[in-house]
Nanobody, 123 residues
Framework: QVQLVESGGGSVQAGGSLRLSCAAS????????IGWFRQAPGKEREFVAA????????YYADSVKGRFTISRDNAKNTVFLQMFSLRAEDTAAYYC????????????????WGQGTQVTVSS
């Protein structure tokens, strides 16, 4: 069981930046793939980015590629999502989740989820 807590959300104007954090409570953090998903009101939860346990592999949704960067600090049990050039359509609740399989776009592969952090981008 991995407990995940997101932080760093907030309100920002279009073109601005935010950095989200996902802190995990587990002794085996580097065993887990961590993914970020987001859910806007009235829409399904969608994949944003994922990173392998060592940090050597990353994968992004096309909609955020080149604007968002996922990274991790295994010594601090934390994954980061640095978001640049934010757009109004990035407005959503952002969730991190843990998985053991590199099927990163599939929500069903993620066993533990955080409570989410809200990102609001105004145009």
């Amino acid at each position: 069981q991995v407990q995940l807590v997101e932080s760093g959300g907030g309100s920002v104007q279009a073109g601005g930046s935010l950095r989200l954090s996902c802190a995990a409570s587990t002794r085996t953090f580097n065993n887990y793939i961590i993914g970020w998903f987001r859910q806007a009101p009235g829409k399904e939860r969608e994949f944003v980015a994922a990173i392998s346990g060592t940090g050597g592999l990353t994968y992004y949704a096309d909609s955020v590629k080149g604007r968002f960067t996922i990274s991790r600090d295994n010594a601090k049990n934390t994954v980061f999502l640095q978001m640049f050039s934010l757009r109004a359509e990035d407005t959503a609740a952002y969730y991190c989740a843990s998985s053991s399989l590199w099927l990163v776009r599939d929500r069903a592969q993620y066993g533990n989820w955080g409570q989410g952090t809200q990102v609001t981008v105004s145009s």
